[in-house]
């Protein structure tokens, strides 16, 4: 089966960096992404991982090692609109195409 | 240019009803996915379709079916409504299937009585 696990909350202090990590299991993998979603809103996509390594987009950063199953989500210079949730995603092909998203990372910044 | 867009934005029916929602993907975007998202958890994949056939299914009972149109567009399905299915239907459109940039609109939210 499919399933991927991160933490259910992290609270940061404004102006700190902050990582939210994710564990997975898949077959077939493509490779990780990373969403945002804020309260009522719906998610946007942040970043995508199929190598392994570190893509950097402005504050945020994302990483991902394929032979441990496992990526993080790296956001540095918080600030308090950062408050949300954060999804990681998986795409596998077991079945036809499926992307599978992690029960979300809440985020609180603190001022 | 218009993102994806969803209709309608809130819909309350009862038990044992049939609901349809809406999607209007990016334009030049063939791929459509729909999600079901319970408040606190993450959204659960429901379907993938990619020029107008299924792709991917998720692990939903029968009752929920979609079809994508010719222009792209697309139809969720859920028949003999349960108060269960009570959650935020989004869907997401992407250029091609295997795209991993999914851009969501902003859901339909169900309430099932």
Redesign the interface.
């Known amino acids: 089966g499919q399933s991927l696990e991160q933490p259910s909350e992290v609270t940061a202090v404004e102006g700190a960096i902050v990582q939210i990590n994710c564990t997975y299991q898949t077959s077939g993998f493509y490779g990780l992404s990373w969403y945002q979603q804020h309260d009522g809103g719906a998610p946007t996509f942040l970043s995508y991982n199929a190598l392994d390594g570190l893509e950097e987009t402005g504050r945020f950063s994302s990483f991902l090692s394929r032979s441990d199953s496992y990526g993080y989500l790296l956001l540095q210079e918080l600030q308090m609109k950062d408050s949300a949730s954060y999804f990681c995603a998986v795409r596998g092909d077991t079945g036809g195409f499926k992307t599978i998203f992690g029960a979300g990372t809440r985020l609180f910044v603190k001022a | 240019d218009a993102g994806v867009t969803q209709s309608p934005t809130h819909l309350i029916k009862t038990r044992g009803q049939h609901v349809t929602l809406r999607c209007s993907p990016i334009s030049g975007h063939k791929s459509v ?1 729909w ?1 079901q998202q319970v408040l ?6 429901i379907f ?1 379709y ?1 020029e107008k056939e ?5 692990n939903f009972p029968d009752r929920f079916s979609a079809r994508q149109f010719p222009n792209y567009s697309s139809e969720l399905n859920v028949n003999a409504l349960l108060l269960g299915d009570s959650a935020l239907y ?1 869907c ?1 459109s992407s250029l091609v ?2 795209q ?8 339909t939210r169900l309430l099932v009585l």
Request: neutral net charge.
């Open positions: 996915s999600y606190g958890q993450g959204p659960q994949f993938q990619y299924e792709r991917g299914r998720g989004l997401a299937a295997v991993e940039t999914q851009y969501f609109g902003p859901g």
